[in-house]
């Protein structure tokens, strides 16, 4: 054994962690507000990305009908529906 290893010696226990920890009945009251609030952070998140993603493809569309700006519409048109379809799924 080297460095670190030598002197914190680690078992399985304290190496594997379980991913789901039980919470006791009487607690759950307690956790429903930030249960709430991560649930509608993560909705409106995922309606801003589709907004943003509408507008870019919007843009992308606008300006890929210019000659001119077709170079920087297509690829923003692509960035925007694969903005969509990553805040849908």
Excluded: N
Aim: some cysteine.
């Amino acid at each position: 054994m080297v460095g670190c290893a030598k002197a914190y010696p680690l078992t399985e226990e304290a190496t594997v962690s379980s991913s789901h920890r039980a919470t006791p009945w009487f607690l759950l009251p307690l956790l429903w507000p930030f249960w709430l609030v991560g649930w509608i952070l993560k909705f409106t998140g995922r309606l801003v990305g589709v907004v943003l993603g509408l507008v870019f493809t919007t843009l992308g569309i606008v300006l890929t009908l210019t000659v001119a700006g077709a170079i920087i519409g297509l690829p923003l048109g692509v960035l925007g529906v694969l903005l969509m379809v990553r805040s849908v799924f």
